[in-house]
């Protein structure tokens, strides 16, 4: 088995306001090239985890847990610092809303040179910089890179704009891409071809990606592999193929009965009881009982297990439900 | 009951005043023919910026058009004087995307529902109103105490269901649905997606739904209108449309969807 890129361990999230924890011992590893998603609803906690663990989130820190990336064990003093610095160098970071994450009084050429400057300090000149600036923005379906160096972000749409974000962290080719939601804001047609550019990069330059989204059908035809959580805690990591052809966390199966899909029809789809755990449910019982189909007094008592070091897949439920390897 | 369409556009287009701000997006309609006959659910379908929307205010006479016509039961809504007008409001319900911006905060959710019968069923007495009211919130899926309670007390797959309570209060004979999913969580959705399939099961219930999701188009209309760029690019059958399209943009937009 490969060594893994970025691995998690244990990892609690709690806000530094009133020391909640959000986010309860969360254990995830990527491997090198591996297209990976996170998919959880609104509340789940899956943004907060993924902006903390990379520094970007100022009123909550990690608690406990370990955090490795490209064989680096971040350190627990100055954490946010250090794991701040990994990102823009070896680590890029497209944010949800291409609306709002361009600078809108510069210009998009500036805007991908100034990523390199910062993230290898001036070594190619400014010709060179230049050249490849504009080889990235071909490099994700930007019609008349040349052109489009000199426009204002405001000159594109929503689609353009978001290749603009993914041009300026690729620029810096790194080993991992952190995707919040990028399509959420998107239209159908865009959305995939954005999804698709992420995914083909994956497969030409052996970059991780890693995919955040609530739409667990666009994860399940995307990804290798989808961790899933609900009430900020970590109920499954499973292969994608395996959603809807064998058993996997009860969650992860009501989630995946939810979604209208194509092949579906409305005896297909069956609709979760009651209303979303918000994240810091905590580690006592599982947060998804009180919906559960499966559900058994067991479930609410029981400490919740750790993803210990399973390979591929891990499932938190408490009857064992989609554990089997 | 009459042989006319419900709501019968013909030619109705629409332009805006120039929009400097809003670059390469088109708002505007331009010779839209929809028939709605009763009893029927017709999906109108499109990307944002399509004119989806436009379309449903039209035909809830929330704007209004520049050319074409629109008969509603067969009568010109152009022609309508004051009274017909204020009828029409009890005629046509619609239940909008955002149900946190949609009901009155300051208003009990009873207080909400009641509006409509208070206003075009005079003769109703308040026991009998209340007693609507109870029976309107179960059937939407509430326990009967809502009433008493105010609009942020509710999450938003709730507050959609007290939006769909408020507009069959009055018993509309069209009902305008304006991508009443899309705001709430994927599980949620699922539980109002099933709402509706058990209203127009239950109730006789004629119905526009206005949407960007293919499959939920697919699963719960008759008929589908694909819009794109202001213009009606395709219709028929929901399920035809939907699996074999003729048109290149219905094509693509399928192609697309997860």
């Known amino acids: ?68 990336f490209d064989g680096q064990l971040l350190p627990e003093q100055g954490y946010a610092r250090a794991a701040r610095k990994l990102l823009g160098g070896r680590i890029g970071f497209v944010p949800q809303d291409p609306f709002s994450s361009l600078n809108p009084t510069m210009r998009v050429g500036k805007q991908i040179t100034e990523a390199l400057y910062l993230a290898r300090g001036m070594p190619m000149g400014a010709q060179r910089t230049k050249a490849r600036a504009i080889e990235v923005l071909g490099e994700v379906g930007i019609p008349e890179p040349e052109l489009a160096f000199n426009q204002f972000p405001d000159q594109f749409s929503g689609g353009m704009r978001q290749r603009i974000v993914f041009a300026i962290a690729l620029a810096q080719e790194p080993k991992l ?113 009180s919906r559960c189909r499966y559900a058994e007094p067991i479930c609410r008592e029981t400490q919740l297990p750790l993803n210990g070091d399973q390979p591929g897949r891990f499932s938190a439920c ?8 | 009951m009459s042989g006319h369409p419900i709501v019968s556009l013909k030619g109705v287009a629409k332009t805006f005043g120039k929009r400097l701000l809003v670059q390469n997006r088109s708002f505007a309609l331009s010779d839209i023919d929809i028939t709605v006959g009763r009893g029927e659910v017709v999906g109108i379908l499109g990307e944002s910026g399509s004119g989806k929307s436009t379309v449903a205010n ?61 206003l075009h069923r005079p003769e109703m007495d308040k026991a009998t109103r209340r007693a609507r009211v109870a029976q309107l919130l179960d059937e939407v899926g509430l326990p009967a105490d ?58 006789d219930l004629t119905i526009i739904f206005i949407s960007h999701d293919v499959n939920v188009v697919r699963l719960i209309c008759d008929r589908v209108y694909v819009m794109h760029q202001g213009r009606i690019v395709e219709e028929g059958s929901a399920e035809d449309v939907l699996t074999h399209p003729r048109n290149a943009y219905t094509e693509r937009l399928l192609a697309a969807v997860y």
């Not at chain 1, 011992?25 to 959880?40: H, I, Q, T, Y």
């Not at chain 1, 408490?318 to 390897?325: E, I, Y």
């Open chain 1, 1 to 68: 088995m490969t060594e893994a890129l970025f691995a998690m361990d244990d990892v609690t999230v709690a806000l530094r306001s009133n020391g909640r924890k959000m986010v309860t011992g969360v254990g995830l590893s990527v491997k090198p090239g591996e297209a990976f998603g996170v998919v959880g609803e609104s509340g789940s906690g899956k943004t907060l985890l993924t902006r903390t663990v990379f520094g970007l989130q100022d009123d909550a820190e990690l608690v406990s847990g370990r955090v490795r």
């Open chain 1, 177 to 289: 891409l952190i995707a919040d939601e990028p399509t959420t804001a998107l239209d159908a047609i865009t959305q995939r071809r954005v999804i698709e550019l992420m995914l083909g990069r994956c497969r030409s330059h052996g970059m991780a990606l890693i995919l955040i989204s609530h739409n667990l059908e666009l994860l399940r035809q995307s990804v290798d592999r989808i961790a899933v959580l609900y009430g900020g805690q970590l109920h499954n990591i499973t292969h994608a193929d395996d959603i809807g052809s064998r058993t996997v966390h009860p969650y992860t199966e009501a989630l995946f009965e939810c979604i209208p899909s194509k092949e579906k029809t409305l005896a297909d789809i069956r609709a979760i009881p009651g209303e979303p755990v918000g994240a810091g449910f905590g580690t006592k019982g599982c947060a998804f009982a």
């Open chain 1, 318 to 325: 408490l009857l064992g439900r989609g554990a089997d390897a």
């Open chain 2, 58 to 118: 039209i035909v809830t006479r929330l704007t209004g058009f520049d050319a074409g016509t629109y008969l509603f039961d067969g009568a010109d809504v152009s022609a309508f004087d004051k009274k017909e007008g204020f009828r029409f409001k009890s005629r046509v319900q619609i239940v909008f995307q955002d149900p946190y911006g949609s009901l009155n905060p300051r208003a009990t959710v009873a207080a909400s529902i009641m509006e409509g019968l208070v």
């Open chain 2, 146 to 203: 809502c009433g008493d309670r105010y609009p942020h007390e509710f999450s938003g797959g709730q507050r959609q269901r007290i939006a769909i309570a408020r507009a069959l209060a009055v018993e509309p004979e069209l009902l305008v649905l304006d991508e009443p999913l899309s705001s709430l969580d994927v599980s949620i959705q699922a539980q109002v997606l099933e709402l509706f399939v058990k209203l127009i099961g239950e109730r």
